[in-house]
Structure formats: C-alpha cells, structure tokens
C-alpha cells in the first residue's frame, strides 16, 4: 500500500494536469476558447525558450505561472491578442541569444528556438484559419507538443521533469478535448 501511495504523490503533475483540463472542457467549442487555447500553446513553447535562455530549470513552474499571468492580463485589457505579444516575447529572448552568443553555442537552445518557431506558426495560423480548421490546426500543435514534453521528459532536459509530465498530459488531453469538440 504505501507503494501505491509514493505512486500517487510522484504523480502530482498528472493529477495537477487533470483537474486544469477539467477547466477547459467545453471551452474548444468557441472561437474565442480555441484562441485561448492557441495562445497558451505559444506560452508553453514560450517557456522552455525562456528556461533553456536561463539555463534553470527550476525556473520551470514559475515561468508558467507568469505566463498565464500575462495571457489572463491581456485577455482581461483586451488591447492586443497574447499570442502577438508572448510571439514578441519569444523574439527578444531569441535576439538576447544572439547577442550573447547562445544561439550559436548551445544546441538544446537551438531546439527550443526551432520549437518555438514550429508552435508559434501553428497557433497564429490556428487563430487566422477558418475556426473549423483552426481547431484541428492546434488541436495538431497541443497534440505536437504533448509529444515535445514527453520527449523532453524521457531525456531529462531543458525543463523540470515535473513540469514535462504536467504539460505533457495536459496538452494530449486538450488535442483530444479540441478534435472532439468537448
């Protein structure tokens, strides 16, 4: 029994990805929650951009924490969509790069430069696209990503490993809720 019970509390990130994708149910089926969704999916790839800049991964939660934040601001103000602001957040992180040389000189930084620029297209051309196709279109890019936090998972890199388990579950079961239009 206390296996079962060290099983359960190393597995707070799925539990913890569970019941935030408890939140989105029924949220994919609107315009406006598919935006949503395509600029979180902007943040998440966002994030391992910035803590692989950083070189922390302890930086991992508060980095998401901050840029939920920000979507959630911006989403109140209703001046100027998220995911052009967090897409210019991504392009000063990677012009600090250059000029400090990481770009050059760091091949996992490189990764999650690519990696932004894969999420980033498929979420902006997600909220341009016809809401239809928009919706598989980052139902594709969560379900993408899911794969990316998995990944990173196995090779223990960039982020905390607690972090890839949480977004990993949370963003395969979003691709599913938005292909099913839950």
Do not use: N
């Amino acid at each position: 029994m206390r296996d079962i019970a060290r099983w359960l509390v190393r597995r707070w990130p799925t539990a913890l990805a569970l019941g935030m994708s408890a939140l989105t149910f029924g949220g994919s089926e609107s315009a406006e929650g598919i935006a949503t969704l395509a600029d979180a999916l902007v943040l998440l790839q966002l994030g391992y951009l910035v803590i692989a800049k950083l070189g922390r991964r302890q930086a991992s939660w508060p980095t998401i924490v901050v840029g939920f934040a920000v979507i959630i601001a911006l989403r109140i103000l209703d001046v100027v969509s998220p995911a052009a602001v967090l897409s210019g957040m991504a392009l000063i992180v990677l012009i600090w790069a250059a000029i400090d040389g990481q770009l050059r000189g760091s091949e996992q930084f490189r990764i999650q430069a690519l990696g932004m620029f894969v999420f980033a297209a498929i979420a902006l051309a997600g909220l341009v696209l016809d809401p239809d196709i928009g919706r598989y279109l980052v139902a594709a890019g969560w379900l993408l990503h899911g794969i990316w936090d998995f990944v990173h998972l196995k090779l223990d890199k960039v982020v905390a490993r607690s972090h890839a388990e949480w977004c990993g579950v949370l963003d395969v079961i979003i691709a599913v809720e938005l292909v099913l239009a839950l």
